[in-house]
């Protein structure tokens, strides 16, 4: 494989890993999510970097990755000190409970409600049934709906 | 000494200069350190400047005696301070244009030289006006010691009388028409401040503020007067000035004009001129139709009404047309209008005197009567005319500050109560403000010895001549002054029937005060005053009458030289004038006795029997009512629609430009909701914006 080919390789896996973290970040609630995406931007440029890196046959860019890699290691540890006394005030991690710097007189934003878990049992719709009755394991069964 | 008119330059600076230090430390040190002897520094610098007035005037006289006759428009000495303003007579366009566009037969428009300088100068008018003014002046301030004793703002007052004084000698002494009217208004601001003096009371405020308004008008006419000038003459100027190019500006009343009659604008714009200029000094000499401030004007301290409000500011009017002589001679149209407001002026207050019951008001209404004798002397246009109208208006200054004191002093004496039909017989209690004021009345009526005889009669004598005089150029055939001269020796019928009515009144038949007074003879510093007062009032007409001193000194000035020398010999006899108006003034005593010394029952019958006359006079000529009519009620429907206008249509676009910035801020607002996620994607958004515009572009 040419060395072309091979940047080329390593910027779109680079790109992918941003655009997924990017997306993540956005779209999820969860603190520890959120953060996890943003470690995988992260690593999407690290990756973009060696590939370059490698194209020019600068060891500059292997050795900033290698200091990224630390430097976000420390900054997890930060991090996730952080989510833990979060957890602590608010008893979830949904980054939602904390909008307090908006502007004085706009309402709270509130987002679709993630519905309660409930004890009930759901009401699941029913085929008649056809063939051979599978075996039902309850316990299996009541995982599921969890997920 | 090199320089002959040193003395008189030195003496000139001081005059106005001491009230001004006077005014300033008074001012400064009046409410902390000097506090109730608050009057020291006015009172000093008054006498001073007075002394100093005296002085000048000695040493004008000594040298326009000594001057040769040819010499003697020159017998005047200039003080330029400095320049203020001296933009020459430049063209507004280029020369070669101007060159070219004149072969065009079309004139260049030319910018007209503005020249300013602050110059004091001195003749013998202004020296009599500073005498009399610095000297009045001085006197009232040391009654005001005992009047004002105890005021609340003691050295206020004395602060505004320093700056009084000091503006009404600038007003005599500045040699340009701009700086007139700069003290024109200097004055007339004092006179504001202290009228309103006691502003907390509603009817002084009110009076201070019509005084204001109506001097306004006046003004405004003063001051197309002064623009006229401008146009007409190319310069503000008194005196001649010498350019930058070394030639010579011919000032409005300079030496250069003054030799040479035929350098003023005769015609319509003379006239035009001259009525702008009379229209300010109506304004601010109580004229009709501007005299209806002067009355109201007395709820100011007495002290002022007697300084401001009968002896010096209202005569600035009678000064500037006396100065400007040369200019009302050019117009003998607006020579006659003058004579006619002045006549006119004199009778209609005289009507309203005789039934006022308030004694400050009555010498109102007599100072508005007797500057319109000024003025009537004034509109002769003869030499005769104006001296005798700034001999009365010396004589007056004497025995109207005489008479306004006294009433002060009566005022005093029962608390502030000056209404005639609640006191009576007050000679007993107060004999020295009785005698003094008996001196005045004789005077203000014109009995023979007294001041006011002799310039009254100069005025009435001056008259006469010019109602059968040819005067060339100038034709009528409406006996004009005939008449007029009958309206005075009526006028002066009435003068010393409610000058003797107020007299009567106040201080003979049973006594009689207000339950609340109690009578005594003011303090020394009161009737200190007024006896020197009485003194100049019983004896300065017959000093100055005697050896014609005054009019050949008046005649030195450099306004009424000129005219002075077109006037062939002395005055002829006028022995009947003076017995006709003697004889009028005894009979209106005596009408004045008959109804109100004793049972005044007949004065009652009299008023039942003249009813309607009796209502005009009592009401004013209900010229308050006419005004209020036709003036201030239309401005006050104007004020209040503009108020709406302001109200709602400014400030609806006001406050339409303060809420937009709101409503563009509630539309980016929501951007800024607090939510992590949103300003991430905000930024993700921007990055991908940069770089798509890197790609595409």
């Known amino acids: 494989m040419n060395e072309l080919g091979l940047l080329e390789n390593m910027l779109v896996v680079g790109a992918l890993l941003f655009g997924i973290g990017l997306v993540g970040l956005c779209a999820r609630r969860n603190m520890i999510v959120m953060f996890l995406s943003a470690e995988l931007m992260l690593q999407g440029v690290s990756v973009s970097l060696v590939g370059w890196s490698r194209f020019h046959n600068d060891w500059g860019g292997q050795m900033l990755v290698i200091f990224i890699i630390a430097v976000a290691a420390c900054e997890a540890a930060i991090a996730l000190a952080l989510l833990v006394t979060l957890f602590a005030d608010r008893g979830s991690l949904d980054v939602t409970l904390w909008q307090s710097l908006r502007e004085d007189n706009l309402p709270p934003h509130v987002d679709i409600e993630v519905p309660e878990p409930t004890d009930e049992e759901p009401h699941w719709p029913t085929l008649t049934p056809a063939g051979n009755q599978p075996r039902v394991d309850a316990e299996k069964q009541r995982h599921r709906t969890h997920v | ?105 079309t004139t260049p428009p030319r910018m007209l030289p503005f020249d300013v300088d602050v110059t004091l100068r001195v003749d013998p008018l202004t020296a009599l006006m500073l005498s009399m003014v610095t000297f009045v002046s001085f006197l009232v301030a040391i009654y005001a010691v005992g009047y004002m004793h105890g005021d609340r703002s003691y050295w206020r007052f004395f602060a505004y009388v320093g700056l009084f004084v ?65 146009i007409t003459y190319g310069t503000l100027n008194f005196h001649d000035t010498t350019l930058s190019s070394g030639g010579v500006l011919p000032g409005v009343l300079g030496q250069i004009r003054l030799g040479d009659a035929s350098l003023y604008v005769p015609g319509g714009l003379a006239t035009a001129i001259c009525l702008l200029l009379l229209v300010g000094a109506c304004g601010k000499s109580a004229q009709f139709p501007l005299h209806v401030w002067l009355p109201d004007a007395m709820e100011g301290p007495t002290p002022v009404s007697a300084l401001i409000h009968a002896a010096t500011m209202v005569t600035a009017g009678v000064y500037m047309i006396v100065r400007c002589t040369p200019l009302f001679g050019a117009s003998p149209q607006a020579q006659q209008v003058v004579a006619i407001i002045g006549g006119l002026t004199a009778l209609l207050a005289a009507i309203i005197a005789v039934t006022q019951t308030d004694l400050k008001r009555i010498l109102a209404y007599s100072t508005i009567s007797q500057l319109g004798y000024m003025f009537l002397g004034l509109g002769t246009g003869s030499m005769l005319g104006i001296s005798a109208g700034m001999f009365h208006l010396l004589t007056h200054a004497f025995f109207k500050a005489l008479l306004f004191l006294g009433a002060g002093s009566v005022m005093h004496a029962l608390g502030g109560v000056i209404d005639l039909r609640q006191f009576s017989g007050l000679r007993r209690k107060m004999p020295v403000t009785c005698w ?6 004789l005077a203000l009526a014109g009995v023979l010895p007294f001041a006011g005889f002799w310039s009254k009669d100069r005025i009435l004598a001056a008259v006469h001549e010019r109602a059968h005089a040819v005067v060339a150029g100038y034709h009528s055939s409406f006996p004009v002054y005939e008449w007029l001269y009958w309206v005075a020796i009526g006028t002066a019928f009435l003068t010393a029937f409610y000058t003797f009515r107020a007299f009567f009144l106040a201080f003979c038949g049973p006594e009689r005060v207000p339950a609340a007074a109690h009578p005594h003879e003011s303090p020394n510093t009161m009737t200190l005053p007024l006896a020197i007062l009485a003194a100049f009032a019983a004896g300065i007409g017959l000093t100055l009458e005697a050896g014609s001193w005054f009019d050949s000194f008046l005649a030195e000035s450099p306004s009424l030289a000129a005219l002075a020398a077109h006037e062939t010999g002395p005055a002829g006899s006028h022995l009947h004038v003076a017995v006709l108006s003697t004889v009028v003034v005894l009979i209106g005593i005596g009408l004045a006795a008959f109804f109100y010394l ?66 563009l801020g509630a539309v980016l607002r929501p951007t800024q909701n607090g939510l992590l996620q949103s300003y991430a994607l905000a930024m993700a958004i921007g990055v991908l914006v940069l770089l798509g515009t890197l790609v595409l572009f």
Not at chain 2, 436 to 441: A, D, K, M, R
Not at chain 2, 631 to 651: E, K, M
């Open chain 2, 1 to 105: 000494m090199s320089d002959p008119l040193a003395n008189i330059r030195t003496l000139l600076v001081l005059v106005p200069a001491l009230p001004l230090l006077a005014a300033v430390v008074t001012a400064v040190l009046g409410p902390r350190v000097l506090k109730s002897r608050a009057h020291w520094p006015v009172v000093l610098g008054l006498g001073l400047s007075a002394i100093v007035a005296l002085m000048l005037l000695a040493e004008v006289n000594r040298h326009s005696r000594n001057m040769a006759h040819d010499s003697k428009l020159a017998a005047t000495g200039h003080v330029t301070l400095w320049r203020w303003t001296g933009i020459p007579d430049v063209l507004a366009t280029p020369p070669a244009a101007a060159a070219a566009m004149e072969k065009a037969h």
């Open chain 2, 166 to 230: 000091f503006s009404m000698t600038m007003l005599v002494l500045v040699s340009n028409f701009l700086l007139l009217y700069v003290f024109w208004e200097a004055v007339g601001m004092c006179s504001y401040l202290l009228i309103g003096f006691w502003y907390q009371k509603p009817e002084a405020a009110a009076a201070g503020k019509k005084a204001f308004l109506v001097n306004r008008v006046g003004d405004f006419g003063f001051a197309l007067g002064i623009f006229l000038i401008w």
């Open chain 2, 436 to 441: 003094t004021f008996l001196i005045g009345c």
């Open chain 2, 598 to 663: 004793g049972e005044r029952t007949q004065i009652d019958r009299l008023a039942m029997w003249l009813r309607p006359v009796y209502e005009a006079s009592h009401r004013k000529l209900w010229f308050d009512e006419v005004y209020d009519l036709l003036i201030v009620g239309p401005l006050r429907i104007l004020a209040y629609l503009l108020s709406l206008v302001d109200r709602f249509l400014i400030d609806g676009l006001v406050n339409l430009i303060g809420r937009l910035p709101v409503w």
